[in-house]
């Protein structure tokens, strides 16, 4: 088995080094709590990080040369930087981002990245008002949308890459977050594609896990969400080829209180 | 037609300019300051109010999906991707009927020569960011046109010859520039058909664009047919 290919943990002899883009979001935290047992990290983010046992190096994901630059020396590449309202920004670091992230893997060798991005990065209105057991592997719609157009753009740049060169890209689709203690709406229903901070992260362990031949391409997408009754969408894919369980189902949103 | 062409200093730009300019009235655009005789705008294509006026009345968008390869690849990508979606936003906006947006059957080389290739078939761009920005700017394009907003006819056009006296072997994508400005022209006012099984209006159309030349590698039928394209033959 190809060292470049074999699962992060299984090589012997030496940690793994993850590059983290955007560590210091909101999902970034819940990220290296469940990355740092496994892997060495080197954090990045555009905003500085207080205190932190990892390494940590302030860069732009918007900025290319930054982005090459700290990637050097790394395994694997997890791509968690997001901006939403700002349009410029967006196209820097949603779309841009991903050009940088995928250069960067090519510049050093780097085949397995993990991207990331909300649901509508592939099913956008065009589906998500019409339709049901919506999975990832359909044509991506996204819209208008600034958040996703750039997200989706990003997305199709990382397709490009992986078509043209030797590395992976596998991504990770998420809408809401919740605590899993989070009872602000209980049985009122909720957003059909949330998952819990844990189980997000959970996620992020699985990704860099699987051996890369075991992928049926090598541009992947999951959606990764609780599983939950409404059939809106599917994380059947993430389940069958991650083997990725959620924890957490958030009953409390989807189940009526019961009286007294 | 009140006509808007991008990319003001590229020849192609500056060469649709003067050939419609006698049935039009054309406005070029370009970010930086052109030397023209046409009618000229500088535009950042930015998102604001600037390209709102940029394009209000305006009948049609001719809008060059081709990125300065002096520019860094950061900013080529930023031009392909972002001032298209604000030239997009700013054209829904102000209710511009049409844009035709110019990419490249570059966009197709990946398929061996031998292959019919047709506007069915997807698109295989490389990372190199001069053809992967036609073909970002074709994904934003699209979407506009998918959500009804906008109509958007894709012209993917051949390799550009500029000079037909330089000898040489010619391309077999090549494109002359009178067949390039026929196309465009054609473009702004088809009204191409929907097909047999659905009346709704087709709000996204790609034609492959190339001159009749010996050997020519792809089939431009389709353009023949929904745009009346006729390119001149070549020898």
Same mark, same amino acid.
């Given at each position: 088995? =190809?060292?470049? $290919?074999?699962?992060?943990?299984? @090589?012997?002899?030496?940690?793994?080094?993850?590059?983290?883009?955007?560590a210091n979001g909101q999902l970034g935290p819940h990220v290296v709590r469940a990355?740092?047992?496994?892997?060495?990290?080197?954090? $990045?983010?555009?905003n500085d990080l207080e205190s932190s046992p990892h390494e940590y190096v302030k860069v732009d994901a918007g900025n290319l040369e930054q982005v090459e630059a700290v990637a050097e020396g790394m395994d694997a590449i997890v791509n968690l930087s997001v901006l939403r309202p700002?349009?410029?920004?967006?196209?820097?670091?949603?779309?841009?981002?991903?050009?940088? =992230?995928? =250069?960067?893997?090519? @510049?050093?060798?780097?085949? @397995?990245?993990?991207?990331t991005g909300p649901h509508f990065t592939i099913a956008g209105p065009t589906y998500e008002w019409f339709d049901y057991a919506i999975n990832p592997d359909i044509p991506p719609q996204s819209g208008t949308g600034l958040y996703a157009l750039t997200k989706s753009l990003g997305q199709e740049i990382c397709r490009v890459f992986t078509e043209n060169h030797d590395v992976h890209v596998l991504t990770l689709l998420f809408y809401n977050f919740r605590e899993a203690d989070d009872h602000s709406a209980d049985g009122q229903d909720f957003t059909p594609f949330s998952v819990t901070w844990g189980d997000a992260a959970e996620a992020f362990r699985h990704a860099l896990r699987i051996d890369l031949e075991r992928l049926p391409s090598r541009c992947e997408i999951f959606n990764i969400f609780a599983d939950i009754p409404h059939d809106r969408f599917s994380s059947e894919k993430a389940k069958r080829i991650l083997g990725w369980q959620p924890t957490n189902q958030l009953e409390q949103f989807w189940r009526k209180a019961r009286p007294g | 037609m009140k006509v808007l062409i991008t990319n003001g200093g590229s020849?192609?730009?500056q060469e649709l300019a003067s050939?419609?300019?006698?049935?039009?009235?054309?406005?070029?655009?370009? +970010?930086?300051?052109?030397? !023209? %005789?046409?009618?000229?705008?500088?535009?950042?294509?930015?998102?604001?109010?600037?390209?709102?006026?940029?394009?209000?009345?305006?009948d049609a968008i001719v809008h060059s999906g081709d990125t300065d390869p002096k520019a860094s690849v950061s900013n080529r990508l930023d031009v392909a991707m972002r001032c298209t979606y604000n030239l997009l936003w700013a054209a829904v906006e102000e209710r511009v009927p049409r844009v035709i947006f110019l990419s490249s059957l570059g966009l197709l080389d990946g398929y061996d020569e031998d292959l019919a290739v047709t506007e069915r078939w997807r698109p295989v761009p490389p990372t190199d960011p001069a053809l992967l920005s036609f073909h970002l700017g074709e994904y934003v394009c699209r979407e506009f046109a998918r959500e009804r907003r906008i109509s958007v006819t894709c012209l993917r056009l051949g390799t550009l010859i500029w000079d037909s006296n330089s000898g040489g072997a010619i391309s077999s994508q090549a494109l002359y520039p009178d067949d390039a400005t026929q196309a465009v022209e054609r473009?702004? %006012?088809?009204?191409?058909?929907?097909?047999?099984?659905?009346?709704?209006?087709?709000?996204?159309?790609?034609?492959?664009?190339? %001159? %009749?030349?010996?050997?020519? +590698?792809?089939? !431009?039928?389709?353009?023949?047919?929904?745009?009346?394209?006729?390119?001149?033959?070549?020898?």
């Open positions: 088995m =190809a060292w470049a $290919t074999a699962p992060v943990s299984e @090589r012997r002899g030496s940690k793994v080094n993850v590059l983290i883009l955007g990355l740092e047992s496994e892997h060495r990290l080197r954090l $990045t983010d555009v700002d349009r410029q920004i967006a196209f820097d670091v949603n779309a841009r981002g991903c050009y940088n =992230a995928m =250069a960067a893997a090519v @510049r050093h060798g780097i085949h @397995r990245v993990i991207n | 020849p192609l730009s050939a419609l300019g006698d049935g039009h009235e054309v406005t070029l655009t370009a +970010r930086e300051q052109v030397q !023209t %005789s046409a009618k000229f705008v500088q535009s950042d294509l930015g998102h604001d109010q600037t390209t709102n006026a940029l394009v209000k009345g305006v473009a702004m %006012s088809a009204e191409v058909p929907s097909g047999t099984w659905t009346t709704a209006a087709r709000t996204w159309n790609v034609f492959h664009i190339q %001159s %009749s030349v010996p050997d020519a +590698r792809y089939l !431009t039928s389709a353009a023949q047919d929904g745009l009346g394209y006729s390119p001149s033959q070549r020898a």
